[in-house]
Antibody, heavy 126, light 110 residues
């Protein structure tokens, strides 16, 4: 069965960086795009960007450009999300989520998420 | 980027039907078929309930249905059950390769 398993909770100080991993199993990894979505406490989700896991092409949300990097390791079926220059309002649960289809850097076959990781709580606090 | 607009809360009794609205603009909800709905129980990841306005994934009850008119999409749940109590979020593709979510609606089953 499809599974997305994320790394554990993180506590970071303002200005630091965090890297969250998402290991996929149960399907052909390179055939599907992955997005990262975060959800601050008590808020709705916020889309952060997507990655073509085959070639690493990305499309980031405009408000995170320059602070976020998504990468992929096809040898371990793992996607990574790094967020830099952390601020207190980056405190959120971060999810990886699978698009049921291919994503290029400019479009996806589908714009919804059929499977989600369990979430990773990132707390930014001094 | 502004979120899609959803009512903060809705409620209904078991067996009743409720509808949750999701209002956007012609650049997102009104301009594309790419509207989806997610159910989220406390402490859990969202679960896909409806995609591409009105399609139901396999395994989702046919009590859940979606529709769209103009810039507003809707999720209807018929025959309310206790386990439907959760937060519901809409999502839409927005022009310029962006995805956007609503602020969420808390459904209470009375």
């Amino acid at each position: 069965q499809v599974q997305l398993v994320q790394s554990g909770a993180e506590v970071k100080k303002p200005g630091a960086s965090v890297r969250v991993s998402c290991k996929a199993s149960g399907y052909t990894f390179t055939n599907y795009g992955i997005s990262w979505v975060r959800q601050a406490p008590g808020q709705g989700p916020e889309w952060m960007g997507w990655i073509n896991v085959y070639n690493g092409n990305t499309n980031y949300a405009q408000n995170l450009q320059g602070r976020v990097t998504m990468t992929t390791d096809t040898s371990t079926n793992t996607v990574y999300m790094e967020l830099r220059s952390l601020r207190s309002d980056d405190t959120a649960v971060y999810y990886c989520a699978r698009h049921p289809g291919y994503c290029s850097s400019t479009s996806c076959f589908s714009y919804y998420f059929d499977h989600w990781g369990q979430g990773t709580l990132v707390t930014v606090s001094s | 980027q502004s979120a899609l607009t959803q009512p903060a809360s809705v409620s209904g009794s078991p067996g009743q039907s409720i509808t949750i609205s999701c209002t956007g603009t012609s650049s997102d909800v009104g301009g594309y078929i790419y509207v989806s709905w997610y159910q989220q129980h406390p402490g859990k990841a969202p679960k896909l309930m409806i995609y591409d306005v009105s399609n139901r994934p396999s395994g989702v009850s046919n009590r859940f249905s979606g529709s769209k008119s103009g810039n507003t999409a809707s999720l209807t749940i018929s025959g309310l059950q206790a386990e439907d109590e959760a937060d519901y979020y809409c999502s839409s593709y927005r022009s310029s390769n962006t995805l956007i979510f609503g602020g969420g609606t808390k459904l209470t089953v009375l």
